[in-house]
């Protein structure tokens, strides 16, 4: 009981859905009815805690959770003494500044003496620094998109992601400053026993992202050109070669990153590869 990890996730918003397809995706049973606050998962040392997404880095830099998932965004943004763990890949967004539609931007130094309205003050003044910028950071907790419209800036800094919003508040986006993904964050004074569960966790995560860049490929093709497929498909040992019912004809097994799929597709055809295909796999274990 004592190794059971506290993961703090979000309780309703854009992170929830993301983390709890990849808590379920890992094997991980839990019932999380709508308003509870904790859960206990049926077949894994974890307990949830349903936070808002913004009390998450305090909660597992204060180790009242071990373990939590938020936007890279609000870690950085924070500055609360947590490692990252793990990048997850979802929920992806940048943080960028924008512009009304029809103002001139040749620069950062067009920045410069604006007041730039945001919920990200410390991110922008990094930013801002960095471009030796001088410019009046104006903090507001939501609705940063209606800040031009209403007179209270004249740029703001927020989240994006299809840009729909910016353009439907007459806003240009000038700048992207930081690009972020959700990442799990883990309490810095893990005991050993937390720590191996959290291996357990992390080593079914990158299982299933492994398999999600991988795909297992069949094709059949002549044997005499076997070592030209093979060429082209080493797989994670080498792969399996099977022979077909037709004399001088085999099947092949491998495993492709997805990315070089096309790229390989001329050459397995030149050398006689036919009835391809190309299956996704659900986990992989190296
Ligand atoms: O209630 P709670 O505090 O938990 O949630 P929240 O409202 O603060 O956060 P939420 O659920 O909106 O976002 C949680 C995390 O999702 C963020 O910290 C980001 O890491 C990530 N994320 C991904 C986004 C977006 N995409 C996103 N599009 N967070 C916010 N937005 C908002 C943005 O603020 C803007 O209002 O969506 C609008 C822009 O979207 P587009 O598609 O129109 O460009
Ligand atoms: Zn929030």
Redesign the pocket.
Known sequence: MENTLRLAV???????EGSMKLIKSCGISVSNGIGKLKAKAANFPVEFFF?????IPGYVADGIADIGI?????IVEKQKPVDTAHRLGF???RLSIAIEKAAQYNGPQDLQGMRIAT?YPNLLGKFLDENDIKAEVHEIS????IAPSIGLAKAVC???????????NGLKEVETIFN???VLIANKALSEGKKKVLEQLLFRIKSLQQAKNNKYILLNAPEKNIDAIIEQLPGMRSPTVLPLAQKGWVSVHSVINENDFWAKIEDLKAAGAEGILVVPIEKMIL
């Open positions: 979000q309780k309703s918003g854009r992170l929830s936070l808002r997404d913004d009390d938020v936007g890279e965004n609000v929920s992806k967004c919920s939501g609705s940063v998109e927020d989240i994006v992601s299809s840009g729909s919003t910016l353009f439907t972020s993904e959700a």
